[in-house]
């Protein structure tokens, strides 16, 4: 199976401020990744899919990057509705697997 | 719009067996794939399977292959997902979510709400 290693696991940020996040897989993936945004008790929202194109809806103030094995999200400037765990996941193989999470916190 | 609505929470014994429902509405079922995640309290997400809904064929998770069945009737537009021989360790938050009408990509667009199944004795 193919390991995705985020970094970070949480992150404390103000309201404006610029926030990344990374995502390292165990091999290769080219840019097979989606990442994944998730508030408590609701259920994950499509962010960004194949590395760096942006799902429908979501604001222009994210961003994705990478390839091979290196990705990274980032935020421009971090709004008050971003607070929240991000997700990573690999579709370069089965079976398809997620990051561990990082949880983005209110400074 | 595009909805996936799941079935009730569920509580079963270790041993025993839950199918969970995943309504689908808002789009043409057949043109899309259907996975199932799951989420233990606390934790991140896992991947059990998906299945085409075209033409039935499905991969599963190595956590869940031999006790999962994934089905799908596309009268109703309704997905389901069996587990058997649960154990506490399948305690967990079930999503049901939109996907890719082939293997070869994945994409998580929609989501249902999620059906909490607890094991316990």
């Known amino acids: 199976d193919i390991q995705m290693t985020q970094s970070p696991s949480s992150l404390s940020a103000s309201v404006g401020d610029r926030v990344t996040i990374t995502c390292q897989a165990s091999q290769d993936i080219t840019t097979d990744l989606n990442w994944y945004q998730q508030k408590p008790g609701k259920a994950p929202k499509l962010l960004m899919y194949d590395a760096s194109t942006l799902a429908t809806g979501v604001p222009s103030r994210f961003s994705g990057s990478g390839s091979g094995t290196d990705f990274s999200l980032t935020i421009s400037s971090v709004q008050p509705e971003d607070f929240a765990t991000y997700y990573c996941q690999q579709y370069d193989n089965l079976p398809r697997t997620f990051g561990q999470g990082t949880k983005l916190e209110i400074k | 719009q595009v909805q996936l609505v799941q079935s009730g929470a569920e509580v079963k014994r270790p041993g025993a067996s839950v199918k969970l429902s995943c309504m689908a509405s808002?789009?043409?079922?057949?043109?899309?794939?259907v996975a199932w995640v799951r989420q233990a309290p606390g934790q991140g997400l896992e991947w059990l399977g998906w299945?085409?809904?075209?033409?039935?064929?499905?991969h599963y998770g190595p956590k869940v292959q031999g006790r999962v069945s994934m089905t799908t009737d596309t009268s109703t537009g309704t997905a389901y997902m069996e587990l058997r021989s649960l154990r506490s360790d399948d305690t967990a938050v079930y999503y049901c979510?939109?996907?890719?009408?082939?293997?070869?990509?994945?994409?998580?667009?929609?989501w249902g709400q999620g059906t909490l199944v607890t094991v316990s004795s």
């Open positions: 979510a939109r996907d890719s009408p082939g293997i070869a990509v994945t994409r998580f667009d929609y």
């Open positions: 299945i085409s809904v075209f033409n039935g064929n499905t």
């Open positions: 808002g789009y043409t079922f057949s043109n899309y794939g």
